[in-house]
């Protein structure tokens, strides 16, 4: 129980005859020192009443250090940041939040004086789009239940907050899209852009748009996960297709250390996404063909990479891949810098992320089953029917002969019988995809 005390003034050296009052209370068990204490009471009982009251909080579980209580929202952000152990690039894109935008309103205040009311307030401030507000808020709210776990507060503010959104103004205008065609890409594009970028990248685009394959799996993908076999048992026989094994990929982000000092960017290859990230995708029959001749071609260990073997950097893949899609006007020859022709424009506004979404369009128009279609693009099914519905080989056979219909239907309506000068063949009409063997 606690027990209080009188504490005396002094003044000049010496002992007065005015005091107040100080309580001594029983900290929770393994707690250094054993014994608190809080002085400054005018009186006795408020003294004992206010130790008591510690004491309740320390039984009940919801007491907080006296010392962790003062704590700043930067403080502890920086602890949670060193005791995180996360992917290279999400660990990068954390701290960008935290320095560019989180860090410089919220760095020194202390935790227990957030309130909903002024973070809601603080983002909607943020020269962000409103997605990004909403991560910056987010990853407010994962720190501070961090610091409820660490027993710096009793209750996190910002959980299961809905954020106010701009709805006036500019805000309330339609954004431009990034593509400017509705719909989005077109297979047709895909194949455009593949033969102007030439074989080694041009298979990189196909691959993408055919299997859905994130920037960094591709990066990732090596030569020994190619073409692997699928053997899937399905009524009296075994279903084989080809498949492209994705376990791992590159992400290209600024290293940090654990107090969050930049040391400069780097390539680095990291487990996947996730678990429904590890997953192997099946090849449709053109791009096996496509995919062996590379790999025959292709000297290096990783399938898609720059011609010096090393992974592609952001800027260095930008500089190759945009003009294809936005265009370029001619080069004449002159001293010192060689001709280069003229590019009118495929889709100004196309990237890799669009051509993953567009296999994930083409999977809905031909009639993916969830099961597979989710498995394909590498994310987790929600709900239960992820634990009771499989892909099964017929599920799989039509997806591959959809997407081979849908190659080969881009390539007639666009004239095209090759590729990059090489023929390609294509399976006799009303051959079932589904091998038994």
């Given at each position: 129980m606690a027990h209080a005390g009188k504490v005396f003034k002094v003044?000049?050296?010496?002992?007065?005859?005015?005091?107040?009052?100080?309580?001594?209370?029983?900290?929770?068990?393994?707690?250094?020192?054993?014994?608190?204490?809080?002085?400054?009471?005018?009186?006795?009982?408020?003294?004992?009443?206010?130790?008591?009251?510690?004491?309740?909080?320390?039984?009940?579980?919801?007491?907080?250090?006296?010392?962790?209580?003062?704590?700043?929202?930067?403080?502890?952000?920086?602890?949670?940041?060193?005791?995180?152990?996360?992917?290279?690039?999400?660990?990068?894109?954390?701290?960008?939040?935290?320095?560019?935008?989180?860090?410089?309103?919220?760095?020194?205040?202390?935790?227990?004086?957030?309130?909903?009311?002024?973070?809601?307030?603080?983002?909607?401030?943020?020269?962000?789009?409103?997605?990004?507000?909403?991560?910056?808020?987010?990853?407010?709210?994962?720190?501070?239940?961090?610091?409820?776990?660490?027993?710096?507060?009793?209750?996190?503010?910002?959980?299961?907050?809905?954020?106010?959104?701009?709805?006036?103004?500019?805000?309330?205008?339609?954004?431009?899209?990034?593509?400017?065609?509705?719909?989005?890409?077109?297979?047709?594009?895909?194949?455009?852009?593949?033969?102007?970028?030439?074989?080694?990248?041009?298979?990189?685009?196909?691959?993408?748009?055919?299997?859905?394959?994130?920037?960094?799996?591709?990066?990732?993908?090596?030569?020994?996960?190619?073409?692997?076999?699928?053997?899937?048992?399905?009524?009296?026989?075994?279903?084989?297709?080809?498949?492209?094994?994705?376990?791992?990929?590159?992400?290209?982000?600024?290293?940090r250390d654990e107090h969050g000092t930049k040391k400069g960017y780097v390539v680095q290859l990291e487990p996947t996404k996730n678990d429904g990230s590890t997953r192997d995708v099946d090849v449709p029959p053109f791009l096996e063909q496509l995919l062996r001749r590379h790999l025959a071609d292709w000297q290096h260990p990783r399938v898609f990479c720059t011609p010096s073997g090393k992974p592609w950097r952001r800027g260095n893949w930008a500089r190759t891949f945009r003009p294809a899609c936005d265009g370029r006007e001619e080069r004449e020859k002159r001293q010192g810098v060689a001709y280069r022709a003229g590019w009118e424009p495929i889709l100004p506004g196309l990237d890799m992320r669009a051509l993953r979404a567009l296999h994930d369009t083409m999977q809905s128009e031909i009639g993916v089953k969830e099961p597979l279609a989710f498995e394909a693009a590498g994310h987790r099914r929600p709900g239960i029917k992820r634990h009771y519905q499989k892909p099964t080989p017929a599920m799989r056979a039509e997806r591959l002969a959809g997407l081979e219909d849908a190659f080969w239907r881009a390539m007639g309506n666009l004239k095209m019988s090759a590729l990059w000068g090489r023929e390609l063949s294509r399976p006799p009409k009303g051959v079932d995809l589904l091998k038994i063997a």
């Open positions: 003044k000049n050296g010496q002992k007065t005859k005015q005091f107040t009052w100080r309580v001594k209370y029983r900290a929770p068990e393994g707690h250094v020192p054993e014994w608190l204490s809080e002085s400054g009471f005018p009186t006795k009982k408020l003294a004992e009443d206010w130790g008591n009251e510690q004491e309740r909080l320390i039984r009940e579980g919801t007491w907080i250090d006296p010392q962790k209580a003062g704590a700043t929202f930067g403080e502890f952000a920086r602890t949670f940041m060193a005791s995180r152990k996360k992917r290279g690039r999400t660990v990068g894109t954390r701290w960008d939040k935290l320095e560019g935008h989180v860090l410089p309103r919220w760095d020194g205040v202390p935790m227990r004086k957030i309130s909903w009311f002024d973070v809601d307030t603080w983002q909607q401030t943020i020269d962000l789009a409103d997605v990004s507000r909403g991560h910056c808020v987010s990853l407010m709210s994962t720190v501070m239940t961090a610091a409820v776990d660490a027993g710096y507060l009793t209750v996190n503010p910002l959980f299961g907050r809905r954020r106010t959104k701009e709805t006036s103004g500019d805000a309330a205008r339609p954004k431009p899209p990034k593509i400017a065609r509705d719909g989005g890409p077109r297979p047709e594009d895909a194949l455009l852009l593949a033969e102007r970028l030439g074989p080694a990248v041009g298979v990189h685009v196909l691959t993408t748009a055919f299997t859905g394959l994130r920037w960094g799996e591709g990066l990732g993908l090596h030569r020994d996960n190619v073409l692997l076999p699928r053997r899937q048992p399905w009524g009296a026989g075994v279903f084989e297709c080809p498949i492209l094994r994705i376990s791992e990929e590159y992400a290209e982000y600024q290293e």
